[in-house]
């Protein structure tokens, strides 16, 4: 078995890393890093527009159904004032 | 603490409509074949108004009649049968209507068609602050509240558009 552990020892011994090995890897997380946080940026522009989009949809339905309703409103409220005069005119025939 | 919970029934009364008569009808709104029901305050109103034509002629004249008036509020049924509404219903907002500001300037009874029209006005120091008209017949009630100062002749006018027929005021005799 001295093979074996002489084998594993030498596997997992502990092994300097290569000159500029800290270097990379900090460059390689800082890129990284700025896709992700770019990406991150674009989800929340796009759920923003989203929303304002959906916002300014709901006002502007908000604002045709309160036309439609005033519409209606004057419509009946004009509409039963036109029959009074109709009324009275024929009261004053 | 005082000021907050002042404010705090600032916004709430902000809130309020300014409805000047409660009709009480919506037990009726399960009878009717046919239900209109319009609640638009002030701030509703000017809201609609950004939406409404000017150089539609009938929009422009309903955008016009707007100005000074804060609150719109319509209700309206449609029924098959008759006997759907009771005249407790209406007296509850005739009631209302005894009201010192309120005065009741037409009041007609037809007996043909039993139909009995009413139209009172609103006034605060000789200036009109709101209409009320109630409509009933067999088969139908109408109840509107307009609230603010509203140009009955404008409205009146409409009634020659949205395919109501204009009823022509013959010429005053001198």
């Known amino acids: ?12 011994a502990r092994k300097e890393p290569e000159p500029g090995f800290t270097a990379r890897v900090s460059a390689r997380s800082r890129a990284g890093g ?3 946080l ?3 940026w674009l989800a ?3 759920s923003v527009l ?4 959906s916002g300014a949809g709901y006002r502007w339905y908000q604002g045709v159904r309160a036309k439609e309703q005033v519409m209606a409103a004057v ?3 004009g509409g039963k004032l036109n029959q009074v005069q109709n009324r009275v005119l024929e009261v004053a025939k | 603490m005082k000021t907050v919970v002042k404010l705090l029934l600032l916004a709430v009364a902000a809130q309020l409509p300014a409805q000047q008569i409660q009709f009480n009808l919506d037990h009726l709104a399960g009878k009717a074949s046919n239900t209109v029901d319009v609640s638009l305050n002030g701030t509703m109103l000017q809201f609609a108004a950004k939406f409404l034509d000017g150089k539609d002629s009938e929009e422009a004249q309903v955008k016009k009649l707007l100005e000074g008036i804060t609150g719109i509020y319509v209700k309206s049924y449609e029924f098959k049968t008759e006997g759907a509404w009771a005249p407790a219903d209406l007296d509850r907002v005739r009631d209302q209507l005894r009201a010192p500001q309120w005065a009741r300037i037409i009041d007609i009874n037809s007996t043909e068609d039993r139909q009995t029209t009413q139209v009172y006005v609103r006034s605060e120091n000789q200036k009109m602050t ?4 109630l409509v009933s017949e067999p088969k139908e009630l109408t109840v509107v509240n307009i609230v603010g100062n509203v140009d009955l002749n404008s409205l009146a006018e409409l009634g020659g558009h949205f395919g109501i027929p204009k009823v022509e ?3 005053q005799k001198k």
């Open chain 1, 38 to 40: 770019s990406r991150r």
């Open chain 1, 50 to 53: 989203v929303l304002a989009g």
């Open chain 1, 34 to 36: 700025r896709g992700a």
């Open chain 1, 75 to 77: 419509r009946i409220a």
């Open chain 1, 1 to 12: 078995m001295d093979w074996l552990e002489e084998e594993l020892r030498r596997a997992l």
């Open chain 2, 169 to 171: 005021t013959p010429p």
């Open chain 1, 44 to 46: 929340t522009a796009a």
């Open chain 2, 130 to 133: 709101g209409l009320a008209i």
